[in-house]
């Protein structure tokens, strides 16, 4: 079994993972999604949210975009992240898991948004 956090406005991938509104949770086996949930984005503070998603036992996270702190954070606790991508959260997490979907790697240096 494993755990897909995909950072989310609603039911579609967002591009700002800080500032996403929840995060739909895919719970599968083998290749199928067995269970999901929505959870509401805690808060955004430096370092808080992967900390939260590793607590829930979070071991993907897809987003569209993602700042280098957050990656780096990740990558400590052993969470695979995946950025880049887009449209809809289900068909994202479906796709990570029959190997389509690849991190494109983009990181976001700035918060101009």
């Known amino acids: 079994m494993m755990k897909i956090a995909v950072a989310s406005e609603r039911d579609t991938v967002t591009e700002h993972f800080g500032h996403c509104i929840n995060f739909n949770i895919f719970e599968t086996e083998g290749t199928e999604i067995i269970k999901s949930e929505s959870v509401t984005n805690p808060g955004h503070r430096p370092g808080a949210l992967p ?32 950025i880049g991508a887009k449209g809809d959260a289900r068909a994202a997490a479906e796709q990570y898991i029959a190997g389509m979907l690849k991190s494109t790697g983009s990181i976001c240096h700035e918060h101009l948004h």
Do not use: W
């Not at 998603?53 to 995946?82: C, Q, Y």
């Open 51 to 82: 900390n939260f998603l590793n607590d829930i036992g979070v071991e993907v996270i897809i987003s569209g975009g993602m700042g280098g702190g957050a990656v780096e954070i990740f990558n400590e606790k052993g969470i695979e992240v995946v």
